[in-house]
C-alpha cells in the first residue's frame, strides 16, 4: 500500500472525519484516489485482508501475490470512469478454491484537489449468504408461526362456533319429553352450511319406518321436499323396496355421497323416484349419519347440502355425527317418556278397576254374610226349633267363620278407602297407654288361646298424640293381631308406649321367628304376607300392615320394623305429639307455639 507524499491539509481533515465513522464498522472500508487507485484510508479490518494477502488494489510491489488474493482493480477502474456506483459485485481468487467477496464502489463527487476519490467496501460472499440464509430461516420460522397461529386461531373459533351450535341443540332437543315436539325440534336441525337441510328416518317401537316430514331452507322448493316424504317406501310396495330402505337406515357408520356416487347414492335415497326428486331440488352432496343409541340404531339422519357446493368436510361431518348423537338421545328419551305415560295411565286405570272391584265385591259379600250372621244367631235361639248341644256348636263355627269372612271384607274396604282417599280423619288429643290398654283387654282372649304372655309395662299418661283415635286404635290392633299369628304357642308380646322428643312412639315386640332383612319393607306391601303357600297362612289378606302404614302416615307419622331375621321382631308406631293447647281451628301447631 503506499501513501501520497504530499497531501493537502484539508485532506487529512476529511480522512480523520471518514475514519472516525467507519473504523468501528464490522465490515471492510478503505477510500482511494486518483488512476492509481490509491489509499488514502482503511479501516482495520481492511488492512488486515490486505495484509493477509487476501484482496489486492494496483500492482504489489516486490514479492509474489498470495494465490488466494482477489483484485479489486478493475472495478475500481470501472466505478472512477463512470463515476457510478458498484453496489455488490462479486470478486473471486483465481484458484477458485478461496473466499469470494462481495464490493461495492462509490465515488466521492464532492472531492476539492485534483484527485477523484472511491469509497469501497468489501464483505465476505459467505458471510452475506449465511446471514442471508439465517434471515430465510427467521423469516420463515416467522412465517409457520405466523401460520400455525392463524390455523390455532382458526381452530379455536371453529371450536367455539362448534360448541355454541351443539349447545343451542342441545338446549331446543331438552326442551321438552314430548315426542311430537322433540321430533319436529330434530326435522328441523341442521348443519351450519347456509342452505343445508335434513331428513330424517327414525326406527318404531314395532319395527315400522317413518320418515318425519322434511322441511326445506327454501320455501319455493318445500313442495319438493315434501314428495320426499310422501314417496317414502310403504308395505303395499314391494318388499325389496323396503329392504333396500331398512339396510340403508341401519348403516353404522357416516357416509358421504355425491352425484356420482351411483347405486349407493340411489339406496341412500330410497328409490330412484326419490333420488330424481333430489336431483330435481338439487343436491351437492349428502350425508347419512346413522342415529345410534345405547348400541342400537333407532334410524337415520340424512344432511343435504345446496348444489355447487363442495362436499362435506371432516369438521362437518364429525359435529354431524354429534349431532346426530343428541338427536337420537332425545327420540328415545321422548319414545320412553311415551311408553313410560302409556304404562302409568294402564297402571293407573288398572289400579282404579281392582279400587272399583275390591270395593264393590265387598259390599255385595257384606249383604249375604250378614245374613248368613242373622240366620244363624235365630236359630241359636232357637226361634226354628230345639237346637241340640252339637248343633250349637256347629252354629258357633259357622259364626266365628262368618265373623272372620266380614274382617277380611272390612279390611279390604278399609284399603280401597286409603288408596281412593275416601278415608276420614278425626284429629284430637289420643293418649296411648289409654288406647293401649283397650286394645290389650279386647285382644286378651285371643292371646290366650295360644298361651301367649301379653306384657303391658306401665304407660306414660303424658304420652298424649295429635291422632284419630279409632284409627290409632285400628293400627294397634293389626300390629298386636300380626304378632299373635306369629309368635308360636307360650310366646310373649310386650306392648309399650314412651315420649320421644317431638313424638309419640309405640313398640310392639314378640318373640316370633323374625324377618329376613329382604323382606323388610315388602311386608309393607298389599297382599303380601311373610309364609308362602295357600295352606301356610294365618288368616288374614295381607293387608293388615300396609293399611297400618298408611294410617300412620295419613296422621303425619310412620310404622317402622326392626328384626334381625333370627328371632323376635318389633313394630314401631310413631305419631306426633299433641300440643299442650290446640287451635280453635283444629291445626295443630308446634309445642314451643303451644307451650308460649
Not at 483465481?94 to 463527487?109: F, H, K, L, N
Not at 314401631?572 to 308446634?590: F, M, Y
Amino acid at each position: 500500500m503506499t501513501e501520497r507524499a504530499e497531501r493537502p491539509k484539508e485532506d487529512l481533515v476529511i480522512s480523520a472525519s471518514i475514519g472516525r465513522h467507519l473504523a468501528l464498522s464490522p465490515v471492510a472500508f478503505a477510500v482511494t484516489e486518483g488512476d492509481a487507485h490509491t489509499v488514502v484510508y482503511a479501516n482495520s479490518l481492511f488492512r488486515n485482508l490486505q495484509s493477509a494477502g487476501l484482496i489486492r488494489i494496483g500492482d504489489t510491489a516486490g514479492g509474489s501475490r498470495h494465490p488466494a488474493e482477489a483484485d479489486l482493480t478493475p472495478a475500481l477502474d470501472d466505478a472512477l470512469r463512470t463515476m457510478q456506483p458498484v453496489r455488490d459485485l462479486v470478486i473471486g481468487s483465481s484458484t477458485g478454491e478461496a473466499p469470494r467477496w462481495s464490493c461495492s464502489i462509490w465515488p466521492v463527487s464532492e472531492s476539492t484537489d485534483d484527485y477523484e476519490r472511491l469509497v469501497v467496501e468489501v464483505r465476505d460472499v459467505e458471510l452475506i449468504e449465511g446471514a442471508k440464509e439465517r434471515q430465510r430461516a427467521v423469516a420463515e420460522q416467522l412465517l409457520l408461526g405466523a401460520l400455525r397461529e392463524q390455523d390455532a386461531a382458526g381452530q379455536a373459533a371453529y371450536a367455539s362456533e362448534r360448541s355454541e351450535y351443539l349447545a343451542t341443540a342441545s338446549r331446543h332437543l331438552s326442551l321438552s319429553l314430548d315426542e311430537p315436539a322433540t321430533r319436529d325440534t330434530v326435522r328441523h336441525l341442521s348443519l351450519p352450511r347456509p342452505r343445508t337441510w335434513c331428513i330424517v328416518d327414525v326406527i318404531e317401537s314395532n319395527g315400522a319406518i317413518h320418515r318425519l316430514s322434511v322441511v326445506h331452507p327454501d320455501p319455493a322448493k318445500q313442495a319438493l321436499a315434501t314428495l320426499l316424504e310422501e314417496q317414502w317406501p310403504s308395505r303395499s310396495r314391494e318388499s325389496t323396496d323396503l329392504a333396500d330402505a331398512l339396510h340403508a337406515l341401519r348403516v353404522a357408520q357416516p357416509t358421504v355421497l355425491t352425484a356420482d356416487s351411483g347405486a349407493e347414492l340411489v339406496l341412500a335415497a330410497h328409490g330412484e323416484a326419490n333420488l330424481r326428486i333430489l336431483r330435481e331440488i338439487g343436491f351437492g352432496s349428502l350425508l347419512v349419519v346413522p342415529l345410534v343409541v345405547r348400541a342400537r340404531v333407532q334410524g337415520a339422519i340424512t344432511f343435504v347440502s345446496p348444489e355447487g357446493d363442495s362436499p362435506f368436510s371432516l369438521d362437518e361431518i364429525g359435529l354431524a355425527v354429534d349431532i346426530a348423537a343428541r338427536c337420537a338421545m332425545a327420540l328415545d328419551n321422548a319414545r320412553l317418556y311415551r311408553e313410560a305415560d302409556a304404562l302409568r295411565l294402564a297402571a293407573e286405570t288398572a289400579n282404579q278397576s281392582k279400587s272399583q272391584f275390591l270395593g264393590t265385591m265387598s259390599h255385595e259379600l257384606r249383604t249375604p254374610l250378614n245374613v248368613i250372621g242373622g240366620f244363624t244367631e235365630l236359630i241359636e235361639m232357637g226361634i226354628q226349633g230345639p237346637v241340640t248341644d252339637k248343633q250349637r256348636v256347629a252354629l258357633a263355627r259357622i259364626k266365628a267363620s262368618q265373623q272372620h269372612l266380614l274382617m277380611l271384607i272390612t279390611e279390604i274396604l278399609n284399603f280401597v278407602r286409603i288408596e281412593s282417599g275416601r278415608m276420614e280423619y278425626r284429629f284430637g288429643p289420643t293418649p296411648l297407654a289409654e288406647a293401649l290398654a283397650d286394645v290389650a283387654g279386647m285382644l286378651e282372649g285371643i292371646a290366650k288361646e295360644k298361651d301367649l304372655t301379653m306384657v303391658l309395662p306401665p304407660g306414660d299418661a303424658d304420652v298424649v298424640a295429635w291422632a284419630d283415635a279409632d284409627r290409632v286404635r285400628q293400627i294397634l290392633v293389626n300390629l298386636i293381631m300380626n304378632a299373635v299369628k306369629y309368635t308360636p304357642d307360650g310366646g310373649i308380646i310386650t306392648v309399650s308406649c314412651a315420649a320421644v322428643g317431638e313424638t309419640a312412639v309405640i313398640r310392639v315386640a314378640d318373640t316370633g321367628p323374625g324377618i329376613p332383612a329382604d323382606r323388610l319393607e315388602s311386608i309393607f306391601e298389599p297382599f303380601v304376607q311373610l309364609t308362602a303357600g295357600f295352606t301356610d297362612r294365618r288368616g288374614g289378606v295381607g293387608l293388615g300392615l300396609p293399611i297400618s302404614r298408611d294410617l300412620a302416615r295419613a296422621m303425619k307419622g310412620d310404622v317402622m320394623l326392626e328384626s334381625t331375621g333370627t328371632g323376635g321382631s318389633c313394630f314401631t308406631l310413631v305419631l306426633p305429639r299433641a300440643p299442650l293447647t290446640s287451635s280453635p281451628h283444629g291445626s295443630v301447631p308446634g309445642r314451643a307455639e303451644a307451650r308460649a
